[in-house]
């Protein structure tokens, strides 16, 4: 039983070019989330989803968008990397969260 | 104000001791909240869970909930070296529609147990 599966684990971007984190679960849950975590600042919300073709923003959405076409993917997507957008990324599903292992992303 | 309050630390106590980890809420309308473990360099790890006010034991852990006091405790007895990581608190609502379910997190606190 793999989880969450994120991928890749780790990226550096140059600023302006784009990029897909790819999240996979396999509990058919319904609830899946993308979260930022920044050095002592918590777990931000980016976005999440109640179920296939339905997503909605978090607390942070700008620079990103989400497509959710099947339960098992939740894609999050990077336009125009910035350096504000260097941080880990992490995908969860389910209503209790269960979490992938990250993405850490540089933008340089 | 943030919604949900934590304690960074870092928080240092030497193996046996009982940990204290705390949270406080602003919003009435949490229902569900859940502790979770992070290791260095890990995805967050569901810990416990409890549903409205109480006490929940699984082991050497304990979660409670003041509701009332809009307050919660996650407490670790015989604490051990493998204890060492960030424990973030986390709070859902049951307001239905899409914000059933969205998690809010503290900012987490580092706790280190020295042998």
């Known amino acids: 039983n793999a989880g969450v599966t994120q991928t890749p684990k780790f990226r550096i971007l140059k600023i302006g070019q784009s990029m897909t984190l790819q999240c996979t679960q396999d509990m058919n849950h319904n609830y899946m989330y993308w979260y930022r975590q920044d050095p002592g600042m918590g777990l931000k919300l980016i976005y999440y989803?109640?179920?296939?073709?339905?997503?909605d923003k978090g607390e942070v959405p700008n620079g990103y968008n989400v497509s959710r076409s099947t339960t098992e993917d939740f894609p999050l997507r990077l336009e125009l990397a910035a350096p504000s957008q260097t941080s880990v990324y992490f995908c969860a599903s389910g209503k209790l969260a269960f979490f992938g292992q990250g993405t850490r992303l540089t933008v340089v | 104000q943030k919604e949900v309050e934590q304690d960074p630390g870092p928080l240092s106590v030497p193996e046996g001791a009982i940990v204290s980890l705390n949270c406080t809420y602003s919003?009435?309308?949490?229902?569900?909240f859940m502790w979770y473990r992070q290791y260095s360099r890990k995805g967050p790890e569901l810990l416990m869970y409890?549903?409205?006010?109480g006490n929940k034991e699984d082991g050497r852990f304990t979660a409670q909930v003041d509701k009332s006091s809009k307050y919660i405790s996650l407490f670790i007895r015989d604490s051990q070296p493998s204890d060492s990581a960030t424990y973030l608190c986390?709070?859902?609502?049951?307001?239905?529609?899409?914000?059933?379910?969205?998690?809010?997190f503290g900012q987490g606190t580092i706790l280190t147990v020295h042998p």
């Open positions: 989803s109640v179920g296939a073709g339905i997503t």
């Open positions: 986390a709070m859902s609502s049951n307001a239905g529609g899409t914000s059933y379910g969205k998690l809010t």
């Open positions: 919003n009435s309308a949490f229902q569900y």
């Open positions: 409890t549903y409205s006010s």
